[in-house]
Structures are given as C-alpha cells and as structure tokens.
C-alpha cells in the first residue's frame, strides 16, 4: 500500500497549551480558590508555570508512565498538572473525590500511584485513607506555604514550583502514550479503568469542536461545572486553549447561588454540567428573575436532561441547549443534540423535541445495534438494540484489568455500552433506556426514561426516577419516586392523570412515591442500584 509522504509530527497535548499562550494572548484562566477570592492568569502564564511544575515533578523521581493522581476542584492548579504531568510522559490519573472510600482505596492502589497533588478541602479525606493507600505514595498539598494543611511528610505545590526555569524541552513522545487515567464509578463491581493517550484526547477535542459548531467562538467565556475530576471535564481544559475561549473555573462552588454570581460577575457566556447542577441554576435564575447577563448555551450532559429543563431554559430566559451523550470508556463524547441547516427555525417544541434525544453521533465515533443474539438490527430510528462502539477515542481496553475487558468488547474490538437505544439513518441516537434499567412487565418491555420524562414536565416535579420492582404477578412494575419542588402538593393522582395522556394505560406505574432527596451517585446521575435496595418489595409488600 502506497503510503503519503507526511511529516512524522505526533500529536501532544502540550502542543495545545503552547498553542493557546502563542495565539490567544488575550484568554485567561479565572479560578474560584480553595484559599478563598478569584485568582487569574493568562494561557502565557501557565505555560511557564506548568514548565516549573514539570521540573519539580522530575525532581521527585516522576518516569513516563507514573500515574499521578489528583484530588482537586475545578481550577489552574489542576489545570496546570493536566499538562505538566502528560507532558513529560506521565499519566494524570484524576481521582473523585464522592466515591466511597473503598472505592478510592482501591483505584489508588489498583493504578499504584506515586504522587497525590490535593486541594486543602481534602486534607481530612487524605488524612484518613493514608494507610489505606500504597506505601511509597507521597503526597503534595495543592496551595501555598502560609495555608498549608497539618500533617506530616506533606510537601507543598507552590515550594515545588518556586525558583525551577519557566522553561522546559519537552520530550517528542508517540501520540499513543498514555497521558491521563479515569475510573468508572462502580456501581457494577469494583471500578474499571479508562487509560486515555495523547491522540485520542486531543482528537476527542477536535472532533467535540466541529460537531459542536459555533459553541466556541474565540474570546468566549466558558464555565466548566463538569468536574475535571472526571472524564477530563469532557476535554473543556483542551478545547478552550485551542479555541481561544477563557476558563471560568468554580472551584468548590457549586451551588445555584454561587454559580448564578460567578456566571454573571465573570460575563460567562456558555457553560457544561449535569442536570443536577442545573436544577439549582435554573431555581436561581427564577429567583432572580433573569439569567446570569452574559449566558447564551449550556451543555448538558451526565443524565438525560428533561424536557422541562431544556425547555425552561430555551423558553423562559433564551438560552441554547446542546444535549451531549457518553461514556467514560469514550473519552467521553459520542454525541452532541446541535441543529443541522434550518432547524434552528424550527418551532419551539420541535426544537426541543430534537434537543432531548442524545444528539448526532460525533465524527470518528461508529456505532452499532445489536440484538440479543449479536445480530445487527436496521438504522431506521425504529428497531432497538443494545448500542456498540467503536473509534480512534473509545478505549480498547481496561486498565489491568483482563477479565472486565473480555465482558465489555467483543471479538472485532467493539465496546458494548449496556445502552438499549435506536439511530436514525443520519445518525440521530435515542437512548431507550440502560440495558438494566428497562421493565419487564407481563412480557413486555417499558422504558423508565420515557416515563421519567413524562413525570418530569409537571410542573410540580423537581426531580425524579423510576424503577421496575418486583411482583407477584406481572413479573416487574414500575413504580415512581418523585422529589416534588418546595411549594409543590404531592398529589399522586394528579400526576399519575398528567402521565396517562401520553402512554399505554399499562405502562403507567403502579404507585408513586414522594422524597426529599433522591440518591446520587459519584458522578451526579441518580442511583438506581440504590433505589431498587431500598425499594425492593415495595410492591410484593402492597399487594
């Protein structure tokens, strides 16, 4: 085969932090600090500050390869060890801080980490899972000499920076090494690591970009609510260099007050979290009466966003919504819900209607549905399957961990999702439901996505799931737990008659239950492991 005759020029992520200081002087990286206050820098600025960063990492002994974890907030220190630590050959291996501590304390051990770098928030957490973590672990505090938390043998981030070269020759590495390392929370079994390279975290961000088509426009401002704990705040920390866009980072707070004063002090002109974050914002923005000044778009993604959010905030306070989908095996994009020509004029409710499905696939992310016997099933927007992936961002594998890899690919390397979902032929995917989360009732199946959508467009419902329980009869039946807004009657029937319109009167659920908090897990999406333990013979019980 004819090979072209191209230059050998690997793709590197610090080649996107060079590219933003060089290009886009203007952008800054605005932080809400742990210390307290906002702290600001240029793009220029925390290139030198990373090539400090890198040469004290090397003074502690770090080799390409080491995994150096992190437990940190949104904000330029962590930004700044995204880089240095990839940039000399080094995996940053981000840790969440809401899992359970045996969950922390077997990835730490599980990815063998030779550094924790923490924010000061941390420290009690550090402090009580020390002798749970490996031995040679060593430990940085991520602030200044004067807040320096207690303890012992801790060394402190800014001593490690001070009086090292603004400078470094980074080392040429192949584009395929690894560079960062993100664990799934674990809700089936111990959790499974994601070991991403240098090409495929900056493909993922420029593939997102052109899908994405007009959400960075250069100078904007770009609040990043999705942690960098996880799946690389969805690769914002490398998009907005490249892009041009200023990083507004919200540090710990994360609240619908202070990301109502942040958005509107900072002219935040777009920002991307999960629905959870956004209750609270919108809850604000109606306290307030108006948005946030600047705000135009939001990215939702996590969870399926309701259709009474999306519509809350394109209705009541014109804000673009763009839906995304994916998964952390994924790096983490699959899809975005962006318009295509001439929707953007479409009526409100058809707009909408195209915004809560899960969007177009990205470029360079393939997909699939299976049946239950492997068979491939049409691309017609009708036929369900189980939904399989494949691309130069979707992970081959598990990190150390064989036997979880032989589960989740298959013989011609695809992943399976464990999403039942349906694709249209231009590449339009609708979630149906997770794979375990579908019901089973008399013989037929029920989609608790549909029905969790239906419960949330009244107006009385805040949040809300739906979980198939056991009974005697039918196998399963779906029941509905509902956190009600504050003021709101919780009158079931109401509900239960607002839900009827829409569907099959067999598909409505059997009961519904009211709560003040529905469990979440570490990422943000309701725990649906959790309410089917808790709800277990809920019905059996009933009869």
Known sequence: ?????????????????????????????????????????????????????????????VKPGDRVATLAWNGYRHLELYYAIAGIGAVCHTINPRLPA???AYIVNHADDSLLFFDTTFAPLVSGLRDQFPEHTRYVAMTDRAHMPDGQDLLCYEDLLDGRPDHYDWPELDENTACALCYTSGTTGA?????YSHRSCLLQAMFTMV?????????????????????????????APLAGASLIMPGPALDGDSLFRLMDEESVDSAWGVPTVWLGLLAEMKRHGRKPGALKRVSIGGSAAPRSMVRAFEQDYQVDVMQGWGMTEMNPTGTMSTLTEGQAELPLEERIELKTTQGRQLFGVRMKLVDEDGNEVPQDGEAVGELLVKGPTVIRAYFNNDEASAKAFDKDGWFATGDMAKLTPDGVLYIVDRAKDLIKSGGEWISSIDLENLAAAHPDVQECAVIGVPHPKWDERPLLIVVPHADAARDKQALLDHM?????????????????????TATGKVSKRHLREDYMDYLGNAQ
């Not at 959790?191 to 070991?195: E, F, I, R, S, T």
């Not at 959400?215 to 920390?237: E, I, Q, T």
């Open 500 to 520: 009827a319109g829409s569907i099959a009167k067999w598909q409505l659920p059997d009961d519904v239950i009211y709560v003040d908090e529905l469990p979440h």
């Open 102 to 104: 045996d969950q922390m």
């Open 191 to 195: 959790p499974k690591g994601a070991l």
């Open 1 to 61: 085969m004819l090979k072209g005759l191209m230059m050998e020029a690997p793709l590197s992520l610090i080649d996107v932090l060079d590219y933003g200081a060089r290009i886009h002087r203007k952008a800054e990286i605005v932080s809400v600090t742990v210390e307290g206050g906002l702290h600001r820098q240029s793009y220029a600025r925390t290139l030198e500050r990373v090539a400090r960063l890198a040469h004290g990492l090397v003074a502690l002994g």
């Open 211 to 239: 899908c994405a088509s007009g959400s960075f426009p250069v100078g904007d401002r770009v609040l990043p609510v999705v942690p960098m704990f996880h799946v690389n705040a969805w690769g914002l920390p490398y998009m």
